[in-house]
């Protein structure tokens, strides 16, 4: 009996599709984690920029689309991906018994979509899943003894950006109907900085409320297109006033008077980033301040 006559056990089969999940998943995390660590990074960062929080990834979003994208081309290499080598199993043309071509290789992947039904397919025909049935092609036992073909480099990559464009063509959509929630970005002038204002109100906060938190203070004097002051402010609290809505009021109203003594309402926009930070955590609440000129 040939290798290609032998019936694949339903274990085997499991197996391969189990060990296919793994390994790729673990490849998909390599793209996925320079997004996630500087994320975390971030997480844990508190500055003056006027920040967005986008649940997509941001840029790093098109670095994770690659790990999925190969993903669906993990059997273009000679019809084999990494738990294929290990249980000696391959991707072969359903009519000439040779090594299936990568394109019908991806093709067959499309379906990983639908993976439980491909698993209840599996458990019927060990050789062909669904993804065979739309590929014409279908899972042999590996054999040594057959030439396998030279690796053509250029035919394995058109795989790989088909999938790619096919990730973001599915990708781009919810993007469009997700965008990074932000606040209005003010567009102020850097040159504008006022160090003197900035170190004089960061002075007025340590004398009037010093024993509750530190104050981190920027004026810039200029805002394009508009008469007002830009002024960032961040609060260091000593213990955590943004848990309760109830406690994050009574400070907040204690917080504004000071800035408005030294910097009038209605004269400036900004925000006043409340941070709350320990070793291992950190809570966060970012209040605009803005104001509309009348005519």
Request: aromatic share 12%; glycine share 6%; with cysteine.
């Amino acid at each position: 009996m040939t290798n290609m006559s032998k019936q694949i056990s339903v274990g085997t089969r499991l197996g391969s599709m189990l060990l296919d999940h793994f390994f790729m998943t673990m490849i998909a995390m390599v793209f996925y984690l320079p997004g996630m660590i500087f994320t975390f990074a971030r997480a844990f960062e508190v500055t003056h920029e006027q920040q967005n929080i986008d649940f997509l990834g941001g840029t790093f979003l098109y670095v994770n689309l690659i790990g999925f994208a190969l993903y669906f081309c993990k059997d273009c290499i000679n019809g084999q991906s990494i738990a294929k080598r290990i249980l000696k199993l391959q991707v072969v043309d359903n009519e000439t018994g040779l090594v299936a071509s990568p394109m019908k290789c991806f093709i067959r992947n499309l379906s990983i979509v639908l993976w439980p039904v491909e698993v209840l397919v599996a458990l019927t025909n060990s050789n062909r899943r669904f993804g065979d049935r739309i590929a014409g092609t279908k899972l042999v036992v590996f054999d040594g003894a057959i030439e396998q073909p030279k690796v053509e480099i250029g035919q394995a990559l058109i795989p790989v950006v088909i999938a790619y464009g096919l990730m973001l063509l599915l990708i781009l959509p919810f993007k469009a109907l997700m965008p990074p929630i932000e606040q209005k970005k003010i567009d102020f002038v850097e040159s504008s900085y006022d160090d003197q204002s900035s170190k004089e109100a960061e002075k007025l906060f340590a004398d009037s409320l010093g024993q509750y938190l530190t104050a981190s203070i920027r004026v810039y004097d200029q805002i394009e297109d508009s008469p007002s002051k830009y002024i960032s402010v961040i609060i260091q609290h000593n213990e955590n006033y943004l848990e309760s809505d109830q406690d994050f009021e009574k400070i907040e109203s204690l917080i504004k008077p000071v800035l408005f003594s030294k910097f009038p309402e209605k004269t400036f926009v900004g925000q006043i980033k409340y941070v709350y930070k320990t070793s291992s955590s950190m809570q966060t609440r970012i209040v605009p301040i803005s104001w509309t000129p009348e005519n």
